[in-house]
């Protein structure tokens, strides 16, 4: 079993940086694959970024490519979302997630393959 926990989101102006972090509990987090997703009001949960065990293979969706930047440690079992040029439309709750479950190419941006999650952060962007 693996806890998630994020980091406290917050409110910033558009054009700038946030950085949110999630400590996960247990040695397995190593092991596993992990994700951002957020969420708007009325909207379905959204692929932000994915990142490989190892570190080795990063996926971002094209709305955030150049802006964020996924990292991990896998030492301190953390997992980083490095927000800069934020954008309103950016305004979400974040959500990490572990223990992904490949169905072929490009299911990493797939919500339902992910089996733990944590509990979620606002993050505010105002123009």
């Known amino acids: 079993q693996v806890r998630l926990v994020e980091s406290r989101g917050g409110l910033v102006q558009a054009g700038g940086s946030l950085r949110l972090s999630c400590k996960a509990s247990?040695?397995?987090?190593?092991?596993?694959?992990a994700a951002w997703f957020r969420q708007s009001p009325g909207k379905d949960r959204e692929f932000v970024t994915h990142?490989?065990?190892?570190?080795?293979?990063?996926y971002y969706s094209d709305s955030v490519k150049g802006r964020f930047t996924v990292s991990r440690d896998n030492v301190k079992n953390t997992l980083y979302l490095e927000m800069n040029n934020l954008k309103p439309e950016d305004t979400a709750v974040y959500y990490c997630?572990?223990?992904?479950?490949?169905?072929?190419?490009?299911?990493?941006?797939?919500?339902?393959?992910?089996?733990?999650w944590g509990q979620g952060t606002q993050v505010t962007v105002s123009s």
């Open positions: 997630a572990a223990q992904f479950t490949s169905r072929g190419l490009g299911s990493y941006a797939s919500a339902g393959l992910y089996g733990y």
């Open positions: 990142i490989s065990s190892t570190g080795n293979q990063i």
């Open positions: 247990g040695h397995a987090f190593r092991s596993y694959s």
